[in-house]
């Protein structure tokens, strides 16, 4: 089955604990992203890849950390959490532009709480 | 930078009847795309329905149609015969036609939409 998934789906740490939220999809899709959702601010992106070792920032990419070693992995890195970051965290993957999929495909989500 | 606007934070709709959920956006771009997805209570982000912008003939998706107003920059979502399993937050979201550059997805706000039985 096509499919995005994360882990862990949901965690709750302490301020300055550093922690990974792990990201991997089964489609080989190049391009991946991450978003985060708060209330009353939609789903604003953190950082994404268009391909292995390629990463850039997105629109909210203060205290996050991304790598992309292998096609399929896209691990989102907290060094030093605070509880700015306590939010509802999503990982998408599309293919390539131009090879005709329109749509992303999103993993299931990870709430994470920081306090 | 494009901009995606839900002004209406809430929706009700009587199950069987029939709701609309507006959305308008703000682009320099002639080539695009907008959707509509629908996030219920797990959380999980489901695509209802996408518009390719040179497109003319609005998308449709059984019960779910959209008005697509290119000009008015308008991208309102109808749900016909609404149902209990309906009821979720439904965000719209807009993307450039891509061409090598970043596929981000900006999304509005959100709106609630709950389904009296």
């Known amino acids: 089955e096509a499919q995005v998934t994360q882990n862990p789906r949901y965690l709750i740490t302490v301020t300055g604990k550093k922690l990974t939220v792990t990201c991997s999809q089964n489609?080989?899709?190049?391009?991946m992203s991450w978003y985060r959702q708060d209330p009353g601010l939609g789903l604003r992106q953190i950082y994404y890849?268009?391909?292995?070792?390629?990463?850039d920032k997105g629109d909210v990419p203060e205290g996050y950390k991304v790598s992309r070693k292998e096609k399929r992995n896209f691990p989102l890195i907290l060094e030093s959490p605070s509880p700015n970051q306590t939010s509802l965290y999503f990982c998408?993957?599309?293919?390539?532009?131009?090879?005709?999929?329109?749509?992303?495909?999103f993993g299931p989500g990870t709430r994470l709480t920081v306090t | 930078a494009q901009t995606v606007t839900q002004s209406q934070p809430e929706m009700s709709v009587q199950e069987a009847e029939t709701v609309t959920l507006s959305c308008t956006y703000d682009?320099?771009?002639?080539?695009?795309?907008l959707f509509w997805y629908k996030q219920p209570p797990s959380r999980q982000m489901i695509l209802v329905i996408r518009?390719?912008?040179?497109?003319?003939q609005n998308a449709t998706e059984n019960r779910f149609s959209v008005n697509f107003q290119k000009a008015a920059k308008s991208f309102s979502l109808k749900i016909s015969d609404s149902q209990l399993g309906d009821a979720a937050m439904y965000f719209c979201?807009?993307?450039?036609?891509?061409?090598?550059?970043?596929?981000?997805?900006?999304f509005g706000k959100g709106i609630t939409l709950s389904v009296r039985p």
């Open positions: 998408a993957s599309r293919p390539t532009p131009g090879q005709g999929a329109r749509e992303q495909y």
């Open positions: 489609m080989n899709h190049e391009y």
């Open positions: 890849s268009m391909n292995v070792e390629v990463t």
């Open positions: 682009t320099s771009e002639s080539d695009y795309y």
């Open positions: 518009q390719e912008a040179y497109k003319q």
């Open positions: 979201a807009y993307r450039n036609r891509p061409s090598g550059a970043n596929s981000k997805l900006t």
